[in-house]
């Protein structure tokens, strides 16, 4: 099993910054890719950023976000700037096997951007 947790999010004002960390744990994978999801109130997830063989945004977060990851600690981070009050959002770190395309998920954290 792996285990996923994330830290780092909170309450901000428009333009500010955050930065979420997730720490992977539990089995040892080797071929994988992760990433970062969201999920507003009364809104669908969607995906915010991955990283891998590829590193890809989605539109509305392209120059402002940043994703990274540490592989020798199994933490992977998402660097926020200039946030909006549409990033309000449960994050969520993924995690994807490549070989069978099992997902894994985090317990999501909360980022909210508000005055």
């Known amino acids: 099993q792996v285990q996923l947790v994330e830290s780092g999010g909170g309450l901000v004002q428009p333009g500010g910054s955050l930065r979420l960390s997730c720490a992977k744990s539990g089995d040892i994978l080797i071929a994988y890719n992760m990433a970062w999801y969201r999920q507003a109130p009364g809104k669908q997830r969607e995906l915010v950023a991955t990283?891998?063989?590829?590193?890809t945004y989605a539109d509305s977060v392209k120059g402002r976000f940043t994703i990274s990851r540490d592989t020798a600690n199994d933490i992977m981070y998402l660097q926020m700037n200039s946030l909006r009050p549409e990033d309000t959002a449960v994050y969520y770190c993924?995690?994807?096997?490549?070989?069978?395309?099992?997902?894994?998920w985090g317990q999501g954290i909360q980022v909210t951007v508000s005055s």
């Open positions: 990283i891998g063989w590829s590193t």
């Open positions: 993924n995690v994807r096997i490549l070989s069978n395309s099992k997902n894994y």
